[in-house]
Structures are given as structure tokens and as C-alpha cells.
């Protein structure tokens, strides 16, 4: 089999996370810490097919190992040819427990950590699954500005939490985020959204917010607020669609590796039908095949029913609950492939 010119990034859950989020799109999984050795095995497996390859040690929580700093550097000598990037991530379990993790941040170029929330105190603790999450996402906060890095708060909001989430806007006013950010030249950022259907939050369907009771005081901070619609306006929209639900990678293609070895496209969440297979008990040639051709079960069965039947079986035109196009598109799509 020829190399592949495309970039292939490997996303490997090496450690595992502190966290069972109830939002989390890639659905939960077993902590597991992978042996000593499994990184490089992972990076050897896909070498011989591929000229450029990005090695990324964190699936979920990022950093969750004690060795950190010699970990990011193992991850960007593995990688060949397009080093791993920081985007805003980081871990806010770490930052509070070890003052010399906010440093290791900036010296990696980190200029925006994003934190995630569920409302306030009550709620974002139910919904990362540990007491007192709430209280480090604060404590984060101000080691972050201490250290002249800018919070980048989101929250996902629902209707049972609606409330506490507009809630966060008056804590924002009263530690004063914007203008101490903008003290050392950076910009504060908070935004609302409902997030995707699949994983762990599609198992919230029945609490999704519907667009007419977001708080009218969130409105400026959720993205692209115009173009998310009722359920029941995308159903009317797409009734007579027939073209079907595509997934593909053009120059890039993403890895999702699980801690038992299980692949999967950064596509939607990791379950069976959407698996491309298991690095130690497949053949490789044929298991470097699938992802080349993208052929796995699920994107082989979205080629076989349309838009508009996927709103016929699995769309409510009745419902007020708000997506985007997209976010919609791909929870029908995942009614009808984990249904088979």
C-alpha cells in the first residue's frame, strides 16, 4: 500500500480525564492508563503509510499525567512533520493542584484557556461529575489572569439549567473578567450554546432548551443565534431532502484512539457502528484501508437514506428544541446508525 500524502493526526486517550461530563460529544469510556510504550507502538503502527503524522497524548482532559512537560515534548518528537498544537485547552483539575502547571502553559504559548460550565455552583458540579469542579473553574480563573492568560468561559445551557447559565453573567460583572483581562492587553470571551446531539448529550434530547426560552440576556453571547432554528422548522425544511448525511476527510484526516486501541473518525461519538476497527486485533493493512476509503459501517449505511427520510423516521416537526444545521443533521443521522 502506497503512502498517503494526507496529514493524519492521532488523538490517543493515553491517560484518561478526572471528569465524566454530561455534555462530553465523545461519550464515556473507562479510565484506563495505557502501558509504557503504547504511544510509540500507536505512532509506528501508521508510519509506513503516512508522510506526515501529529501525535496528541489527551483524547479528553489534556495533561492529565504527572509528567506533563516531558510528555508535550514526547508528543511533538513523535510527531513528523506538522508538530501537535495547544489550541485553548488545558487542564483546570491540574492548575489547582500544581502552581508550576499555569507556568508550563505560558512557556507552551497558551495565551487562551477555555473553561467549560453548566451554570453555577449546583450544576456545573452535577454535570462534570465531581464536587467542587465549580470552585476550581473559579480558582482557575484567577490563577489564569494572575499569569496573564485570558479565561475563555462556555456554557452549555439546557432547560434545567437555564437560569444558573444566565446566572454566570452577573458573576462575570462582579470579578470584573473584561476589564482585568484587558488590564495586560487580552480579551475576556464567554459563550452559550446547546452543544451537539451525540455522545453524552444526546442522552439530554428531552431537557434541550428550545430557542424561545433561552434568556433574552444570553441572546448577544450565543453564536451564530439567527441560524439555530426549532427542531420542528428544520424538519419542515428538510422533509423533501435527498441528498444524504456525508462525512469526509479532504487534506486532514483525525484519529480518535481509545485506550483499548479501538479507532474512530473525529466525526461524531465513538460507538460501535462508527468504529473502524482495533489496532491490536485487526489486520493492519486492512484496518490503514478503511480510513483511507472510509469504509465503516456507519458512513457506508448514511449512504443509503436520505435527509428527508431520516426526518421522517426520527424528526419531530412539533418540537421547539434548538440545533444548528449541522448538529441536526448528525443527530438523525446517529438515530438511524446506532439503531441498526
Not at 77 to 90: K, M, N, Q, T, V
Request: aromatic share 14%; glycine share 6%.
Amino acid at each position: 500500500m502506497k503512502t498517503s500524502d494526507k496529514h493524519l493526526s492521532l488523538v490517543v486517550d493515553l491517560y484518561g480525564c478526572p471528569n465524566r461530563c454530561r455534555h462530553c460529544w465523545l461519550g464515556h469510556m473507562p479510565n484506563r492508563r495505557m502501558e509504557e510504550g503504547a504511544d510509540e507502538w500507536i505512532f509506528q503502527y501508521f508510519e509506513p503509510f503516512f508522510e506526515n503524522i501529529t501525535f496528541y497524548s489527551w483524547l479528553r482532559e489534556p495533561d492529565f499525567c504527572e509528567n506533563y512537560r516531558e510528555r508535550w515534548e514526547r508528543d511533538r518528537h513523535l510527531s513528523r512533520g506538522i508538530a501537535p498544537r495547544r489550541f485553548e485547552l488545558g487542564s483546570f483539575w491540574r492548575i489547582v493542584r500544581d502552581r508550576q502547571y499555569v507556568k508550563f502553559l505560558k512557556e507552551v504559548g497558551v495565551q487562551k484557556l477555555q473553561l467549560t460550565f453548566f451554570g453555577l455552583e449546583r450544576y456545573t458540579d452535577e454535570y462534570v461529575g465531581r464536587k467542587g469542579a465549580f470552585q476550581e473553574l473559579l480558582q482557575t480563573t484567577e490563577i489564569l489572569i494572575e499569569n496573564e492568560i485570558a479565561p475563555r468561559w462556555q456554557a452549555f445551557i439546557n432547560e434545567e439549567n437555564k437560569e444558573e447559565v444566565a446566572g454566570l453573567l452577573s458573576l462575570i460583572e462582579e470579578r470584573g473578567l473584561y476589564e482585568r483581562c484587558a488590564a495586560f492587553g487580552s480579551d475576556f470571551s464567554f459563550f452559550v450554546h446547546a452543544g451537539s446531539c451525540d455522545g453524552e448529550n444526546r442522552k439530554l434530547y428531552g431537557i434541550r432548551i428550545n430557542k424561545q426560552d433561552i434568556p433574552r440576556e444570553l441572546i448577544p453571547y450565543f453564536p451564530n443565534y439567527d441560524e439555530q432554528k426549532p427542531e420542528g422548522e428544520w424538519c419542515r425544511q428538510l422533509k423533501e431532502e435527498k441528498g444524504c448525511v456525508i462525512y469526509h476527510n479532504e487534506e486532514d484526516i483525525v484519529l480518535n484512539i481509545s485506550n483499548t486501541y479501538d479507532v474512530f473518525f473525529n466525526f461524531t461519538h465513538m460507538t460501535p457502528n462508527w468504529k473502524i476497527g482495533n489496532l491490536k486485533r485487526d489486520d493492519r493493512n486492512e484496518l490503514i484501508r478503511r480510513v483511507l476509503e472510509e469504509d465503516i459501517l456507519a458512513l457506508n449505511l448514511a449512504k443509503n437514506i436520505t435527509l428527508g427520510e431520516l426526518v421522517g423516521r426520527y424528526g419531530d416537526f412539533c418540537s421547539d428544541k434548538v440545533f444548528s444545521l449541522e448538529d441536526y443533521k448528525s443527530y438523525l443521522l446517529n438515530c438511524y446508525v446506532d439503531g441498526q
